[in-house]
């Protein structure tokens, strides 16, 4: 074994610039400006590791000794002393490991996956409103299943969707803490839904109007107001309103319209742009929209944006209709299932929907563009009147 305590008083004045160790793994790091660093060289699991333990002579000869004794003895317990150092630092801060920080981080950590950065504050909302006003001070390493279930039990059954999303995201928060390296329960979520039992809530589906049902409403949109036109859009392409109402003329070239990827909700693992072919019809409503076109926008609002989501809803509760614009896409998927012989792929892809995996898309390089041209066509054929009869669709669908 290797002398300890090597270093004297004096030599503590006059060492030379260099390393020198005073035994157990303890060194003085002299430099070239006459101050001196502590180094503790220690060996955990046949890996060495080194860490500063402060600097001389603010940290004199004895109480570096102590401090190393210390590191050394954690080492031959099996354990990372500069692990268990950072640990220790971080229960001296407890604000820093609250729950309300680390949601922050985590946030930061995903918000390129999110749409628009995030920005919308979807992501978010769910624990800003009914988590963090509770738990937010509470540190990460703290948290257990009693406290999520306590906070989560008044919405857990009438509010499920936004309990569960809630939920969701605290589980992503606790496993961002832990790859920080943070003592948490990863488990936590998982026994609070044990706690919480099944939800009671039975999910709706969007009010829809049958097919069927759709030309008689459709020749009621007469009027060239933007609300009228972008109904009318919106029932020929099958898009989501958000899309829709943010339709901006650059984006329309001839008879194709290209919605920009990060507009796209619903498309996990699609990172293009969306193609929509637009049928003989459409073309026709986006040019009676084009001269209420402002700031590039096709529906503009008069402060600048765009017309809201519930202008659309509202025109139809004013209707006395129970059906919602977003159902229109169940119209069309329905239309396409019971009147024509649409490919899954082709008709799933003319509500934008991602099907099949990363590999095999990777492989598939369509969009099937043409198909849905056709069928474009005869679902604007069948709205505006003329028929629903069963489509058959020319070509094989590769």
């Known amino acids: 074994m290797r002398a300890k305590s090597r270093f004297s008083a004096q030599f503590m004045k006059s060492a030379p610039v260099g390393k020198h160790c005073d035994g157990g793994g303890l060194w003085l790091v002299k430099r070239d400006d006459g101050g001196a660093q502590w180094v503790q060289r220690v060996t955990v699991h046949g890996r060495r590791r080194e860490m500063g333990l402060g600097g001389y002579p603010a940290l004199g000869l004895a109480d570096a000794r102590k401090l190393s004794e210390r590191w050394r003895t954690v080492a031959a317990a099996g354990r990372d002393p500069i692990k268990e150092r950072e640990a220790e630092e971080r229960a001296a801060r407890h604000e820093d490991i609250t729950l309300e920080i680390l949601t922050a981080?985590?946030?930061?950590?995903?918000?390129?996956?999110?749409?628009?950065?995030?920005?919308?504050?979807?992501?978010?909302?769910?624990?800003?409103?009914?988590?963090?006003?509770?738990?937010?001070?509470v540190p990460v390493t703290d948290l257990d299943q009693r406290d999520i279930r306590d906070t989560l039990a008044p919405i857990w059954h009438t509010k499920a969707d936004t309990a569960r999303k809630a939920m969701n995201r605290l589980a992503?928060?606790?496993?961002?803490?832990?790859?920080?390296?943070?003592?948490?329960?990863?488990?936590?979520?998982?026994?609070?839904?044990?706690?919480?039992?099944?939800?009671?809530?039975?999910?709706?589906?969007?009010?829809?109007?049958?097919?069927?049902?759709?030309?008689?409403?459709?020749a009621t949109l007469e009027e060239p107001t933007l609300t009228h036109l972008a109904m009318r859009l919106l029932i020929l392409t099958g898009l989501r309103s958000g899309p829709l109402r943010k339709i901006r003329l650059d984006q329309i070239d001839g008879d194709v319209w290209t919605v920009p990827a990060e507009e796209m909700k619903g498309r996990k693992g699609a990172t293009a742009p969306f193609r929509v072919p637009l049928s003989h019809e459409a073309q026709r409503i986006i040019d009676l929209a084009r001269p209420h076109a402002r700031n590039g926008f096709l529906f503009p609002n008069t402060r600048g944006g765009v017309i809201s989501d519930m202008t659309l809803s509202r025109h139809m509760e004013r209707r006395g209709l129970e059906a919602?614009?977003?159902?229109?896409?169940?119209?069309?998927r329905t239309w396409l299932a019971e009147a024509t012989d649409a490919p899954h792929e082709v008709a799933e892809g003319m509500l934008a929907h991602v099907v099949d995996g990363g590999v095999v898309r990777a492989y598939r390089r369509t969009d099937y563009l043409e198909q849905r041209r056709a069928l474009a066509d005869r679902w604007a054929n069948h709205v505006t009147g003329g028929g629903g009869q069963v489509v058959k669709l020319m070509g094989k669908v590769r």
Do not use: C
């Open 105 to 137: 981080d985590a946030f930061e950590s995903r918000k390129a996956e999110l749409k628009g950065d995030g920005t919308a504050g979807r992501w978010l909302s769910p624990l800003t409103i009914h988590v963090l006003p509770k738990l937010g001070r």
């Open 172 to 218: 992503i928060v606790l496993r961002h803490a832990a790859a920080l390296g943070l003592d948490v329960d990863l488990q936590a979520t998982e026994k609070a839904k044990a706690l919480l039992g099944k939800t009671r809530h039975q999910p709706k589906n969007i009010p829809a109007m049958m097919w069927p049902d759709v030309p008689a409403f459709y």
């Open 324 to 332: 919602r614009p977003h159902g229109f896409r169940a119209s069309l």
